[in-house]
């Protein structure tokens, strides 16, 4: 099991492209994530999806859209990039078993110049 | 709302035990997380309690709560060089989402 995968890792933007990073799982999980981590803040959830077919916001949002492709696959957009989107961004899966575990991709480092 | 608090940087010498705080603010928690981090990495669980329990160990693991105070700590007996990495502390409800604190940077003197 490669666990969940995430592409690419590195990614440099100017300011308005677009871009989408991709996020894949391989554990049968029913929840999927998008967080994204900044200095000092921690982990900020920014979109997740219950199951396939349902997407909801999380706590940052604006600037982004998600697609739950299938089961497998959870893909984060940004439409028009900018210097603040500059982060570190994890994909997450998660079955709702006992303990609730969040399993965690490597990471895509997206710097928007 | 839900928060999760913890202070961003410890240092201890090897050999020594490591001691992480955090505390939370809702009192409906019904699991408590400690999540790690290494260079590079994405977030793995290191371990977790149910909020109904006082302390659960694991080898060189310790976590105590104190749910009065709404208070998680992570003891890390014996500390060594390869434990230095980012230390999140995290709670749920059980439910589809799990509120992560800000990390703590653990640094590992040799």
């Known amino acids: 099991n490669a666990g969940v995968t995430q592409t690419p890792k590195f990614q440099v933007l100017k300011t308005g492209q677009s871009m989408t990073l991709q996020c894949a799982q391989d554990?049968?999980?029913?929840?999927m994530y998008w967080y994204r981590q900044d200095p000092g803040m921690g982990l900020r959830l920014i979109y997740y999806?219950?199951?396939?077919?349902?997407?909801d916001k999380g706590e940052v949002p604006n600037g982004y859209n998600v697609s739950r492709l299938n089961k497998r696959e959870f893909s984060l957009r940004l439409e028009s990039a900018a210097p603040s989107q500059t982060s570190v961004y994890f994909c997450?899966?998660?079955?709702?078993?006992?303990?609730?575990?969040?399993?965690f991709g490597p990471g895509t480092r997206l710097t928007v110049l | 709302g839900e928060d999760v608090e913890q202070s961003l940087f410890l240092s201890v010498r090897e050999g020594d035990s490591s001691v992480i705080n955090c505390t939370y603010t809702?009192?409906?928690?019904?699991?408590l997380y400690w999540y790690k981090q290494e260079p590079g990495a994405g977030l793995q669980l290191l371990t977790y309690?149910?909020?109904?329990?006082d302390m659960k160990q694991d080898q060189r693991l310790t976590v105590l709560l104190n749910k009065k105070d709404k208070h998680l700590s992570l003891r890390i007996a014996d500390t060594q060089t390869g434990d230095s990495a980012i230390y999140f502390c995290?709670?749920?409800?059980?439910?589809?989402?799990?509120?992560f604190g800000a990390g703590t940077r653990l640094f590992v003197k040799a």
């Open positions: 309690i149910f909020s109904n329990m």
């Open positions: 554990m049968n999980h029913n929840s």
């Open positions: 809702d009192s409906s928690s019904t699991y």
């Open positions: 999806s219950a199951s396939e077919g349902t997407t």
């Open positions: 995290a709670e749920s409800h059980g439910g589809f989402k799990t509120i």
């Open positions: 997450a899966s998660m079955s709702l078993t006992l303990e609730n575990e969040q399993f």
